[in-house]
């Protein structure tokens, strides 16, 4: 088998990207309209995790109150408080994370600050839906 041109044995190739911060950690934006397969954020899918299973202890009786649960886990009342929080997300914010399609505004540290309580106002804050409140 006979080839007409050579092969190369260097190829360049040029990506337009850009670097970014989102959560803490350095993230390659690639240019619009580029097709990117994101994987859904390690952090914001434990944190979720964490919170469901610590309602699910409270609410199973397992624990009186969210100081003897955060006294158990190690950690401080009010940041279990905050975490809980993550059980009040809208459902279509809590499958974008866990599909790894929310946007770049939705970070762990912006989730544990208070957010709007009604779904759609929370799907308007975080980016995830259109002005019907649908993604």
């Excluded at 092969?7 to 850009?18: A, D, N, Q, S």
């Excluded at 919170?51 to 009186?64: D, I, V």
């Excluded at 401080?76 to 929080?85: D, I």
């Excluded at 939705?106 to 709007?116: D, G, I, M, N, S």
Aim: aromatic fraction near 6%; charged fraction near 30%; charge should be neutral.
């Amino acid at each position: 088998m006979t080839r007409a041109t050579p092969i190369p044995e260097t190829v360049t190739l040029h990506v337009p990207f850009r670097v970014v911060n989102r959560g803490g950690r350095k993230e390659m934006q690639l240019p619009e309209g580029a097709e990117h397969v994101r994987k859904p954020g390690n952090t914001l899918v434990k944190a979720l995790a964490r919170a469901f299973r610590w309602k699910r202890m409270l609410e199973s009786g397992e624990f009186a109150t969210i100081a003897e649960l955060a006294e158990r886990e190690g950690i401080a009342p009010s940041y279990m408080t905050r975490v809980l929080r993550l059980t009040l997300l809208a459902p279509d914010i809590v499958e974008a994370i866990l599909d790894g399609k929310q946007g770049p505004e939705v970070t762990l540290a912006r989730l544990l600050e208070p957010f709007a309580p009604v779904w759609a106002d929370q799907e308007k804050e975080f980016g995830q839906g259109d002005e019907t409140g649908r993604r």
